[in-house]
């Protein structure tokens, strides 16, 4: 029998249950449609990183012109997807954390760093 080959959602959703557990947490079930959510996006993902490795960032349309891949924007929607399921994921235990205004901002700055982050690699 061959072994099952992990993907890069099962990966990151491995890794993510290993960091809450450190912490002594464990998923809701809010977090954990969350975290289904996370490990479908991030495979996606990564088979658009994969299509457009092999097909490149640009192409030639019909008239000579050369035009920016569509999988670029594919990819931005999917990394957008991938930190807003992400961001809703709680990595504290509630008595450490702050208010709730101070979770969501929070939240809001980590969401928004993980989507720039993954557009500036994208744009790269």
């Known amino acids: 029998m061959g072994k099952t080959v992990k993907t890069a959602g099962d990966k990151l959703v491995e890794d993510i249950l290993a960091d809450l557990a450190t912490q002594g947490l464990r998923p ?14 991030a495979n996606q993902l990564a088979e ?22 569509a999988l670029l924007s594919e990819i931005r929607a999917q990394a957008t997807i991938l930190a807003r399921n992400l961001g809703g994921i709680q990595m504290v235990a509630p008595s ?3 208010s709730a ?17 993954a ?3 994208q744009a790269g």
Do not use: F
């Not at 205004?101 to 982050?117: F, I, K, L, P, Y």
């Open 96 to 98: 450490e954390a702050k």
């Open 101 to 117: 205004a101070h979770q969501r901002a929070g939240a809001a700055s980590w969401n928004a760093r993980v989507t720039r982050e």
């Open 48 to 69: 658009l990183e994969t299509a457009l490795a092999t097909t490149g960032a640009t192409y030639v349309d019909k008239n000579g012109r050369t035009r920016p891949s």
């Open 119 to 121: 557009q500036r690699e």
């Open 28 to 41: 809701d079930s809010r977090e954990v449609a969350l975290l289904a959510r996370a490990r479908h996006a």
